[in-house]
């Protein structure tokens, strides 16, 4: 958070989101084929950050929405984003016996597509 705070005003916000999605994609989809403890964790640590994307996509999302509607948008961004921390445990859970790898590579890319989307979003 305090990376995020001395670069935002020069980076943009939604360059810092897409940043930060693709270096945590990339870190995700190298995991499976790393072999050596130390990377694995370094790329663990750095995939695990994309939760620091909350607060900068919730920065975004104030610019994007009108006044009259910008408190029930980001109560209903938060709720989406509850409902998908749940549904995607419930998911992990249920892939790390049998897929592991196809996980890591499959949480990678789609964060790599979010990176896509949030470059998509209007500037204000």
């Not at 990376?3 to 995991?31: E, H, P, Q, T, Y």
């Not at 084929?33 to 370094?42: G, R, V």
């Not at 610019?63 to 749940?86: E, K, N, Q």
């Amino acid at each position: 958070y305090f990376l995020n705070g001395l670069v935002i005003r020069k980076v943009g916000k939604k360059n810092l989101l897409a940043l930060w999605f693709i270096l945590c994609g990339v870190s995700g989809g190298m995991i499976p084929w790393s072999t050596d403890y130390n990377t694995i964790l370094f790329l663990m640590l750095i995939f695990l950050t994309c939760g620091v994307c909350g607060s900068i996509l919730s920065a975004v999302l104030v610019d994007v929405f009108p006044t009259h509607v910008r408190a029930m948008s980001l109560c209903v961004v938060l709720m989406v984003g509850r409902m998908g921390a749940v549904a995607g445990s419930n998911f992990v859970s249920l892939m790390i016996v049998s897929q592991c790898e196809l996980m890591f590579a499959l949480f990678g890319g789609l964060l790599l597509v979010s990176a896509v989307v949030s470059l998509l979003l209007p500037e204000k």
